[in-house]
């Protein structure tokens, strides 16, 4: 009987348990988390925090859930050490769990700013169902927040600012918000959004230090241009710095997370990875890539899975990605690697519709879309079948997008 060890129970690591109950029936699978919580829904913990959502609908499964497939759970566990050579896993407790195959799903840990007082009381950062508890206790209790780290995670801080009538700032380094994968353009139609909501973007700013009352608590930020910024919370949403402690006196290669190929397998063998872990093979960018989104880490979790049953790579993942922001009047949303290419298009609309296309070696890698998301599966699409269409980007940036417009794919 084959024993399976899943180290997380994120999505990646419980969707991951899931498709191994499918695939092997008789086997004994055991996820371990340090969570003292089964699957929670990770992008749902800002509603909670903004005011909106009790606890219950957060929940995905109880610990039933696990009990009915039989998968062994084990809550408030950490793993400390792997030991790939007699394929054993060591937990805080000093138990040894033996495995004939091991999925390392352990996602990240925000990162915390290198300043002055980053860890006082009343600094949050946003990663679990505690941490949201935490920042909706501060927010419903405070008047003025700081915000620090101008992506995809920051700005679900400025949402719960706005939700619950705090005053925010949200100090960006640069001249805008996630400068990477927007233009002023774009961005601006951002900014105007975080307006709308209370909180004031600044730019060309940062945190130099918080500084703190006696108790402890922060007060204030102060940024590198001396400016400060008094605050009764603050949020940092600077990355994250991926969990693989354990690994350290392992063969398993690492760069800035976990390599795998596009069946999940690490260099060593039997041990596989998934979720925002790893720096994954992308088979429709053809180089390594790396993706921080719920959709892209569950079906790797299910797609590692499949492979580590089959012990084989019977599977590759294959997806294209996408991560939607609906904090204001207007829907946002990011598709496969926006942020990577050799090439853009891009088109403002309105003032709350803009469009932006990513291309490498003429195919779509990725994009952004602001206003208007009707675009995005005819996108998705054309990403699937690789086709090089950034010599026709005019039909792709017509406001209503007709793929018959696109001259005929020519053979790859
Ligand atoms: C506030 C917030 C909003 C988000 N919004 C969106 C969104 O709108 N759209 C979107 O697509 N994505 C969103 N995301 C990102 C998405 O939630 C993640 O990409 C996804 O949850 C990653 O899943 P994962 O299983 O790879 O890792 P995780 O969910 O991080 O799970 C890893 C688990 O492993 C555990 N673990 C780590 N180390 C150990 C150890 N040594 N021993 C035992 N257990 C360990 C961790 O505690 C954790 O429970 C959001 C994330 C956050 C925090």
Not at 290 to 307: D, H, M, P, Y
């Amino acid at each position: 009987m084959t024993q399976y060890v899943v180290i997380g129970d994120g999505i990646s690591g419980s969707s991951a348990a899931e498709t191994l109950r499918e695939e092997d029936p008789e086997a004994d699978i055991t996820v371990i988390t340090d969570e003292g919580e089964p699957l929670y829904n990770r992008i749902l913990i800002k509603e909670h925090a903004k005011g909106k959502l009790p606890e219950a609908p957060i929940s995905i499964h109880d610990e039933e859930w696990y009990d009915e497939r039989e998968i062994e759970l084990s809550l408030n566990t950490h793993v400390t050490a792997v030991d790939t050579d007699e394929k054993i896993v060591r937990t805080h407790e000093g138990e040894d769990i033996s495995y004939d195959k091991l999925l390392v799903a352990s996602g990240g840990t925000p990162t915390q700013l290198p300043v002055e007082n980053s860890d006082a009381d009343g600094i949050h950062h946003f990663w679990t169902f505690q941490d949201a508890r935490r920042i909706r206790e501060s927010a419903e209790n405070g008047e003025d927040a700081v915000i620090v780290g101008a992506g995809l995670l920051g700005i679900d801080f400025a949402a719960v600012c706005g939700s619950q009538g705090v005053d925010g700032t949200y100090l960006m380094r640069g001249e805008r918000w996630w400068r990477y994968a927007l233009s002023n353009d774009g961005a601006e139609i951002m900014h105007d959004g975080m307006r709308s909501v209370g909180v004031e973007p600044v730019f060309d700013s940062g945190v130099d230090r918080f500084e703190v009352d006696d108790d402890g608590h922060v007060v204030a930020a102060v940024d590198p241009n001396g400016d400060r910024y008094p605050c009764d919370w603050a949020g940092v949403a600077i990355g994250l710095t991926f969990n693989t402690e354990f690994l350290e006196n392992t063969d398993i290669e690492q760069e800035n997370g976990i390599v795998v190929d596009e069946y999940m397998q690490t260099n060593v063998e039997d041990v596989y990875a998934a979720g925002d872990i790893t720096r994954f093979y992308d088979v429709l960018l053809g180089e390594q890539a790396q993706n921080g989104s719920w959709g892209s880490a569950k079906e790797q979790g299910r797609v590692a899975a499949i492979n580590m049953a089959a012990d084989d790579g019977v599977e590759p993942f294959q997806w294209v990605s996408s991560y939607s922001i609906t904090h204001f009047e207007f829907p946002f949303l990011s598709f496969g690697h926006p942020t990577l290419g050799d090439e853009h298009a891009e088109q403002r609309y309105s003032d709350t519709e803009w469009r932006r296309i990513a291309f490498k070696d003429g195919k779509i890698v990725g994009g952004v879309l602001i206003g208007d998301l009707s675009p995005q599966s005819k996108f998705k699409q054309l990403m699937r079948e690789q086709r090089v269409v950034a010599d026709q980007a005019d039909v792709l940036l017509e406001q209503s997008v007709d793929l018959d417009n696109l001259a005929p794919a020519q053979e790859q």
